[in-house]
T-cell receptor
Framework: AQSVSQHNHHVILSEAASLELGCNYS??????LFWYVQYPGQHLQLLLK??????LVKGIKGFEAEFIKSKFSFNLRKPSVQWSDTAEYFC???????????FGTGTQLKVEL | DGGITQSPKYLFRKEGQNVTLSCEQN?????MYWYRQDPGQGLRLIYY???????QKGDIAEGYSVSREKKESFPLTVTSAQKNPTAFYLC????????????FGPGTRLTVT
């Protein structure tokens, strides 16, 4: 069975700092990769996704992620964070038919003014 | 407005009682999911259903039951057999075959004392 690891559990940054959140998965076959975000008091929502093609994918609000197959990684990045990026971020993966998502444990990001 | 509704937002029960959490969607999605979210553990899949009158166990189905009698509704019952029922429960739905792009409800926080 596949699994997802997010090693950064809590991250605190100042506004305008750069962000990189790590995500590694374990599965030897074809995967589809996702980042979901949960802003305080809001529904969990899709931030970006990777299915195939260009390994650098762009999502909403200036976020991007890079799929590195050789490292089994799908790290999330943003060049300059804002206070409104304070949220919990979840990496997730599907395999095969894509009916089920396997989530990582999440990273709580706090951006300070 | 299309979306997923979960009610109630907060639910309190005494130990030994069964409790049913509601999930309704008007997105016309075939697939529906129940997750449990605990601090530091991410989202874990309890049950999912890809079509009416059919559902499958997820990773942590013990102590839970579901039904899917209507496309719009996927209620979750937390039984007295669930050893640690206090948690945040999230319902999600997805277009069948959409490969991981799930839409989430606002969640129900269940506290059992």
């Amino acid at each position: 069975a596949q699994s997802v690891s997010q090693h950064n559990h809590h991250v605190i940054l100042s506004e305008a700092a750069s962000l990189e959140l790590g995500c590694n998965y374990s599965y030897g076959g074809t995967v589809n990769l996702f980042w979901y975000v949960q802003y305080p008091g809001q529904h969990l929502q899709l931030l970006l996704k990777y299915f195939s093609g260009d390994p650098l994918v762009k999502g909403i609000k200036g976020f991007e992620a890079e799929f590195i197959k050789s490292k089994f990684s799908f790290n999330l990045r943003k060049p300059s964070v804002q206070w409104s990026d304070t949220a919990e971020y979840f990496c997730a993966v599907t395999t095969g038919g894509g009916n089920k998502l396997t989530f990582g444990t999440g990273t709580q990001l706090k951006v300070e003014l | 407005d299309g979306g997923i509704t979960q009610s109630p937002k907060y639910l309190f029960r005494k130990e030994g009682q069964n409790v049913t959490l509601s999930c309704e969607q008007n997105l016309n999605h075939d697939a529906m999911y129940w997750y449990r979210q605990d601090p530091g553990q991410g989202l874990r899949l309890i049950y999912y259903s890809q079509i009416v009158n059919d559902f499958q166990k997820g990773d942590i189905a013990e102590g839970y039951s579901v039904s899917r009698e209507k496309k719009e509704s996927f209620p979750l019952t937390v039984t007295s057999a669930q050893k640690n029922p206090t948690a945040f429960y999230l319902c999600a739905s997805m277009v069948r075959g959409a490969t991981g792009e799930q839409y989430f409800g606002p969640g129900t926080r269940l506290t059992v004392t």
